[in-house]
Every structure is written in structure tokens, then in C-alpha cells.
């Protein structure tokens, strides 16, 4: 698979690209996506670089039925030096093939994509925005393909790529979000879908995301779907809680979707030598905390945000907020570091970054 060419078709015509100061999460997509298809027969095949364009599908194809999707989301940065930078790109993909396992989605050759990425991320080199803040939102996902209303594992698939410039996720720097402590829905439980990037996940969550909305809240905090007591994460974020000098996150336990920023920020923090536990935390424990005078920061991790600080939980009738609603020094510390290693203007010593030549 590795030795396969990847086949390029260039577009004849080219889209106006937006103004860095207008750009939106996800709304605008480049000239070009890769495309690779999979059947019993030939396995992943026929991998290519096509003009951007829609998709045509009977509406028999299994997409359209039973949610057997799995996605990825990372970023390419470009530097003042005009080089193309990729971070950590395999730990997306060894996460991709484990959502693949989990849907019984046949698994994907990592290196393979990482290189067909490299092609694609290097063709559309000038949609990615330069101005601070800015990057281009790489999105490889993976679709059922069979025409067949039978629930069952499609026997053919499309895994496609499409790239999207996106702005600053926080138009004046990075600001601290209010989130609502979801006490009714769940997002997952153990040996559900948790661990695993699928459409179902999100569709399941819109419910009470529209609810806290609707109370002036940005996000929900998840707790565990069995007692409702242990936290899980946020919205598309892992979550971090700085009590009393001690950094700890909710272990992997099955049901969280395990974030590459949550790995890097704990391989940083292990690194700076400042005490970090991945372990079980309830709720009770970050209310007792607070009553203490104890929570000193809480922050979301992803992709998306990086780092995102929160300044306020409304947790039942409770309202906690932390560090008077303000950035705190540790999360503004981690978001400095990991964008500075992300866009090439602090040193890499974990070596995470990925040139695309
Ligand atoms: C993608 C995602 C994350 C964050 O993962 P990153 O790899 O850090 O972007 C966390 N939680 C959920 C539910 C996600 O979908």
C-alpha cells in the first residue's frame, strides 16, 4: 500500500480565498480533497487527489441509515518561514484505525495517509491563513458506501480528506467559557462508543448542548452515564482541573475519547515536573474543592481550542466559578507553549511537529 501513486486531477479553476479576519470554523473548503476507496476484492484502493465537489449516493447507501462513521480532526500551520507544519499527525491516525476497529470499519495504512495528506496539505499550501490564531482544519473521515438497508457492516467504503481554513478560535485571545453540568443526558457509557471519533456520539449530544445554550451556557461537561457522579469531558474537549498545585484529568476509562492535545499537555506538564494525576474525579470532589478555596483552574483541551479555559460551571443550583472568571497562569502558560510548538516559534523537544515539504 505504501508504494501505491497517488493519482492527481487539478482544478481547472480556482476559489476566491476568504480574508483572514472572516474566517469560521468549517464553512469553507479548499480547491482540492483526496479520495480512496475500499471494496472486499482490492481492499483500500485507487487512492487520488480530485477537485473539491460533491459526492454522488444512492440514498440506499448505508451512510444515510446507521451512523457507521469514524473522523479525524488536525491542523497544518505555516510559519514566518514559510515552511507547512503538521502536528502529530500519526497519533490521528493510530486513533482513526481505533475507531475503525470499534464500528468494524476495515483499518486504514497510516503512513499511507499521513503521505497523501502531505500531498494534499501541499497543494493547497496557499489557503493556509498566516495571522495569528489562524490555521488550516484538516478533516479525514471515513463512510459506509454499500447500497443496502440491512444493518450490518457495509462491505464498501470511501475515506475522503477536505480541508477547511479556519480563524481564531477566540477573536481577542484566548477567553475563559461558561459550561453546564449535564445532569440527565449522558454522552457514553463503557463499551459503548465513547473512545471512538463517531458521528453517533455527536448526534446524541446536540440535545443538551441546545439546552445549556439556551441557558447562556457554551458547552456541557459530561459525567460518567452510569451514576452521573464521575467527569468525563466537555463538548469535543478533554478536560483538566488544577486543585490546590495538582493538575489532574479523568483517566481513560472506555468512554472518553481519548483528545492527542490531552496527551500532549500531560506529556508537557510531566516534563515542566509539576504534579499531574490521571484519575477518577467526581463532581462532589471539584464542589468541595471550590468550597475549600481550592480550585485553582479548570481548562478543555482540543484540537480545535487548544487550550480553553473555563471560568464558570453551574453545577445543579450551584454556581463555581473559578479564578474570578479568568484565564488562569498555568492554562495561558500550556496554550502559549503547545501554539508556539504548533506554529514552529518555540522549541519542539518532543520532536511532534511534521514538515510537509
Ligand atoms: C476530538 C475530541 C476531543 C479532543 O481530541 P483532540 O485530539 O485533542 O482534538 C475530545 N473529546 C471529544 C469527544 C472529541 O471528539
Redesign the pocket.
Known amino acids: 500500500m505504501t508504494k501505491t501513486k497517488i493519482d492527481v486531477t487539478l482544478s481547472a479553476t480556482r476559489k476566491e480565498k476568504p480574508k483572514s479576519d472572516q474566517l469560521e470554523f468549517g464553512r469553507v473548503f479548499t480547491d482540492h480533497m483526496f479520495v480512496m476507496d475500499y471494496s472486499p476484492a482490492k481492499g483500500w484502493h485507487d487512492p487520488k487527489i480530485v477537485p473539491y465537489e460533491p459526492i454522488t449516493l444512492s440514498p440506499a447507501s448505508m451512510v444515510f441509515h446507521y451512523g457507521q462513521t469514524v473522523f479525524?480532526?488536525?491542523k497544518a500551520y505555516r510559519t514566518k518561514e514559510d515552511k507547512v507544519l503538521l502536528f502529530r499527525p500519526e497519533?490521528?491516525m493510530e486513533?482513526l484505525n481505533l475507531s475503525n476497529d470499534r464500528l468494524c470499519i476495515p483499518r486504514i495504512d497510516g503512513e499511507f495517509v499521513i503521505e497523501a495528506l502531505k500531498q494534499l496539505v501541499s497543494i493547497e499550501k496557499d489557503w493556509i491563513p498566516t495571522a495569528e490564531g489562524t490555521s488550516l482544519y484538516i478533516r479525514p473521515f471515513i463512510i459506509p458506501t454499500e447500497y443496502y438497508l440491512g444493518v450490518a457492516p457495509s462491505k464498501f467504503y470511501r475515506f475522503m480528506i477536505i480541508l477547511s481554513p479556519v480563524g481564531s478560535y477566540y477573536k481577542e485571545g484566548i477567553h475563559p467559557v461558561k459550561i453546564y453540568v449535564e445532569n440527565h443526558y449522558v454522552?457514553a457509557v463503557e463499551g459503548g462508543t465513547?473512545k471512538a471519533?463517531t458521528g453517533g456520539?455527536?448526534a446524541s449530544?446536540l440535545r443538551a448542548q441546545e439546552e445549556a445554550a439556551q441557558k447562556g451556557y457554551s458547552q456541557v461537561l459530561w459525567l460518567d452515564g452510569v451514576e452521573k457522579k464521575y467527569i468525563e469531558?466537555?463538548?469535543?474537549?478533554?478536560i483538566f482541573f488544577k486543585i490546590n498545585g495538582e493538575v489532574v484529568t479523568p483517566e481513560v476509562n472506555g468512554s472518553?475519547?481519548?483528545?492527542?492535545?490531552?496527551?500532549?499537555i500531560l506529556e508537557l506538564l510531566k516534563s515542566w515536573e509539576t504534579p499531574v494525576s490521571e484519575r477518577k474525579i467526581s463532581m462532589e470532589e471539584v464542589y468541595q474543592a471550590y468550597k475549600d478555596g481550592q480550585l485553582e483552574e479548570a481548562f478543555?483541551?482540543?484540537?480545535?481550542a487548544v487550550i480553553s479555559p473555563i471560568g464558570e460551571f453551574l453545577y445543579d443550583d450551584n454556581k463555581i466559578v473559578i479564578n474570578n472568571g479568568e484565564t488562569g497562569e498555568l492554562s495561558k502558560k500550556l496554550y502559549d507553549t503547545l501554539t508556539g510548538i504548533q506554529k514552529g516559534t518555540k522549541q519542539d523537544p518532543f520532536n511532534w511537529v511534521t514538515e510537509v515539504k
Do not use: H
Open positions: 479525524e480532526g488536525l497519533k490521528n486513533r454522552r465513547g471519533k456520539n455527536y449530544s469531558e466537555v463538548g469535543s474537549m478533554n472518553i475519547l481519548e483528545g492527542v492535545t490531552r496527551k500532549s478543555g483541551t482540543g484540537t480545535a
